[in-house]
């Protein structure tokens, strides 16, 4: 659930060009509501947990 979060927020930005300031907060606005509408179901487990897990698994693999 939180990886497809991820990407219909990251597809939404990369075709509109949209910045937010946090990505956390446009996910807790608008992106849980839109998976939730494309699958019918909720997220299980704590998916803002969870991006930000994975996004500090990303910063940690990335070269200093």
Known sequence: ???RMIDILDNYKG???KIYKS???AILNWVVDRYQEETGKAPRGDPI???VKK???IKAGEPL
């Open 23 to 25: 990505d956390y907060r």
């Open 55 to 57: 996004r500090q698994e």
């Open 1 to 3: 659930a939180t990886s």
């Open 49 to 51: 947990a969870d991006w």
């Open 15 to 17: 075709a509109n060009g």
